[in-house]
Each structure stands twice: as C-alpha cells, then as structure tokens.
C-alpha cells in the first residue's frame, strides 16, 4: 500500500525493481499502457511492471490511499502571556498539534517544538493537526505578546461592533487606547496605527475580504479581537 496526503503524482509512487530497468506503472492488471508520471493519482489499485527494451515482467498490484488535509487548529492570532509562559499555555482547539517556530520547519517537518518550549516576545509559532497517517493541515500562525505581569484588560468595559463588518468597526473601552495593529489570518501584518481615544473607528473597507485580528494596547495591557 502507499499512502499519500492530499494530492500526488504517478511520479511519486515508489517501488524496488531491478537496476537498469524501468518502472511501468498500469491502472489495469492487463492490457493498455503505460501511466504518465503527470498523471494525477487516485484511490484505488495500481499496478506495476519492470521494463527494459519493450519486455516487461508480471504485474504487481500496490493500492493507493489520497487522504484528504486535515482542518487547521483554530485559535486567536495574537495571544498576550506574562513572563514565562510555554507553548503549552497557548490556547487552540487541535486533536493532533504539532508546533513550529517558522513555515519553512512546517514544510520540513523539522525542529518541532516541545510543550515546555518557552515563549518569546513579538514572536509568531505555527501549529498544524496531524492525522493518524501523518498528514499535516495548513498551520495556523499565533504572535505571542509578553507582558510583564497579568493582563488587566477589563472586557466588561471593552466592546466592538459590528461582526462581522464590510467597511468601519468600532472599537471602545474605558481606558484610552494607544495603538492598534491588524494582521491577517496567517498573522501577517496589515496595518498598525497610533491612537489616543477610548474608541477607535478602524476603516476594514480597504482590505479584501477575509478575517483578521486586532491588536489593541491600552497604558497596562493588551488584547486581540
């Protein structure tokens, strides 16, 4: 059997054959000819033949498996943690999470990080969901935030509408908010400006449609929308 995540070619099946001979590659186990390396692959049997010179052995049958991508973690996109905080104090909803400290180790599958890995500040980490076959979904991309302390964001005081919106968002609080930064949902980003108001009017028309997060910084603390 070989099994593959989401999408592959016939050019990735594997199989041992003898040197100096080519592998041929059937979706019958008689008959018709030889698969293009181009070609898609699909669910089901396949079959195999070592060639040389226009002869060609016996027919092996090896059945393929396309699992589809498993969904991301999901979580908020900017995460405020004092001093100290681990991996593991990050909040997401994942049945497999494997974390990462860039998308370059996710396409590697390398350098995976440990729960008791400690956070940095201004720092994005990526997380995926493994499936049971090892199959990896798109990661979901976190910036972590420290703080000095807890964080003393009064959300009783806080409050924003509407939501979802296609033009203005109104943000308000009881204390005056400095500045406010927008990133999108692979924590890219988009925006960053300086406030001085308990209520901020931020202008959402100007990005293409899609969700994102908010940033907001008062005088003593942090919080993301």
């Not at 980490?125 to 807890?150: E, H, R, W």
């Amino acid at each position: 059997n070989q099994h593959f995540c989401e999408a592959a070619l016939v050019s990735d099946l594997r199989v041992n054959i003898t040197t100096g001979m080519q592998a041929l590659w059937y979706r019958d186990a008689n008959g018709g000819y030889p698969l293009s390396g181009d070609i898609p692959l699909e669910n089901g049997i396949y079959y195999v033949a070592q060639g040389k010179n226009g002869c060609e052995s016996a027919r092996t049958a090896f059945r393929v498996a396309i699992e589809p991508k498993p969904a991301s973690p999901t979580g908020q996109a900017i995460q405020s943690k004092v001093e100290g905080g681990r991996i593991s104090d990050l909040l997401i909803t994942a049945t497999n999470p494997k974390w990462y400290g860039s998308l370059l180790d996710v396409e590697a599958n390398r350098n995976e990080l440990v729960p008791e890995t400690g956070l940095l500040d201004n720092t994005f980490y990526y997380v995926v969901n493994q499936s049971n076959t090892g199959c990896f979904s798109d990661p979901l991309a976190i910036k972590v935030v420290i703080t000095l302390g807890v964080n003393d964001f009064d959300l009783k005081s806080f409050s924003y509408y509407p939501n979802p919106t296609t033009d203005w968002l109104t943000i308000q609080y009881k204390e005056v908010i400095n500045a406010y930064e927008i990133y999108d949902v692979h924590g890219k980003k988009v925006g960053s400006y300086q406030h001085n108001d308990s209520k901020v009017l931020v202008d959402l028309s100007v990005l293409a449609s899609g969700i994102y997060m908010i940033q907001l910084h008062t005088a003593t603390s942090n919080q993301s929308i």
